[in-house]
C-alpha cells in the first residue's frame, strides 16, 4: 500500500477544538475508545509519518488509515464471491479427480 494518499498536501487536519450546541456531542463522538498494541518499531514509522505530513498524531493517522481500509473492505464483500474462469474450474475438478473426490 502506498503512503501517497496520506502524505498529500490537500489533506486537512480537522480542528481541534469543535463547539457543539447546546453541548450535544454526536453519538459516534462520545463512544469510548480503546488501545491496540502494535509493534514500537512499527510506531516510530508510523510517527515518521505522522511528522511529514498534517496529521496531529499517530492515532489520527492509523484511525484514517484503518478507516480507509475498512472502507474497501467492505466495498470488496459487497461484491460476493470472486467469479472462477472456465480454466480455473476445470484445473480445480481435474485436482479434485486426481485426489479421489470425484
Given at each position: 500500500m502506498s503512503l501517497a494518499p496520506f502524505l498529500s498536501t490537500q489533506f486537512t487536519?480537522?480542528?481541534?477544538?469543535?463547539?457543539?450546541?447546546?453541548?450535544?456531542?454526536?453519538?459516534?463522538?462520545?463512544?469510548?475508545?480503546?488501545?491496540?498494541?502494535?509493534?514500537?518499531?512499527?510506531?516510530?514509522?508510523?510517527?515518521?509519518?505522522?511528522?511529514?505530513?498534517?496529521?496531529?498524531?499517530?492515532t489520527d493517522f492509523v484511525v484514517y488509515v484503518l478507516r480507509d481500509l475498512m472502507g474497501e473492505a467492505e466495498a470488496n464483500a459487497d461484491q460476493g464471491p470472486p467469479e472462477f474462469t472456465q480454466d480455473e474450474l476445470a484445473d480445480v475438478k481435474r485436482k479434485l479427480k486426481n485426489l479421489g473426490y470425484l
Open positions: 487536519p480537522a480542528p481541534r477544538s469543535v463547539s457543539w450546541a447546546h453541548g450535544a456531542m454526536p453519538t459516534a463522538m462520545r463512544e469510548s475508545k480503546v488501545t491496540i498494541k502494535i509493534p514500537r518499531p512499527l510506531y516510530r514509522r508510523i510517527q515518521q509519518v505522522v511528522d511529514e505530513s498534517g496529521f496531529d498524531s499517530a
